[in-house]
């Protein structure tokens, strides 16, 4: 029995040396010390010896079960070191390597000039303010002085998402007017810009989706001279000074007395060239006077308030601005594009 002893412990001892990985060591504990290991089935022979013997067996049963027990122990250590030095050296990081270099995109042209019309009416006290482009008839037209039957209600013009033409997409900021006055308190000095959307092919000039700033002054003793005085600056911080500025009148459901603002052709300084088309000038925008009416459908008094509004194409003025050729350049975000602004 005791050579039977010796024998396991070498044995085993030496398995455990071996062993590669965990699994292997819990199959090794089961080998040899589990319930039907090899040390127990030398133990279940103990009845077979003297009074003598016994204590002396079972006392070197004992050391050779506390023996494994200590190595498998120490085994398990070493492995687990193992791993982690692997794990450790698989996942090294050289932070030597030069990096990716990533490629930064760029503002847009069409955003440069928002951000500089926004800065100029920041400037004179204006509020910028947001609005939905899901947008009800009633604010889109409506409230706006366009009545049913107006033609820039036809379908084929507007985008709608229902039969009885309630909802649709906003086909002008304009509705930001009535928003502003009904939520603000007097006066009011707003611009709203963002997206508008109207069922047009796409081409040099036109896009079904494109952007506007709205804007709106309400106050006690506003006149058109506000109007010119205001829009004249603005257009000369935005082309330089001096740069000449004409009203021509014109019709808006919305406005009364209304007009557009065209500016002297900054190519040919007026003299006809084909920016301009021959003409000269180059049309920025549309304005007016708030129509009384509007401003009585939102509550307030226009016997003791006026005000004055104006929308332009923001895409157009993008174009002007940087005096590029093609609106198609401003929707096809390509960055060899984008980077000349
Ligand atoms: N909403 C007009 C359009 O889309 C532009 C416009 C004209 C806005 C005159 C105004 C305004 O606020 O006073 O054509």
Redesign the pocket.
Known sequence: MKEQLAKIRAEALASFQEAKAAADLDTLRVRYLGKKGELTAVLKQMGKLSAEERPVMGQLANDVRAALENALEDCSRRLEAAALELRLKAETLDVTIPGKAVSLGHQHPMYIALDEIKDIFIGMGFEVLDGPEVELAVYNFDKLNAEEGHPSRDWSDTFYFDNESRVMLRS?T?PM?VRAMETRSLPIRVIAPGRVYRKDEVDATHSPMFH?V??LVIDKGVTMADLKGTLNTVVEQLYGKGTKTRFRPHH?P??EP?CEMDMQCHKCGGAGCSTCKGEGWIELL???MVHPRVLEMAGIDSEVYSGW???LGLERTALKRFKIADLRLIFENDVRFLEQF
């Open positions: 002008q304009s007017q506007q709205e804007g808006f919305f406005t209304s549309g304005a007016g509004a104006f929308g």
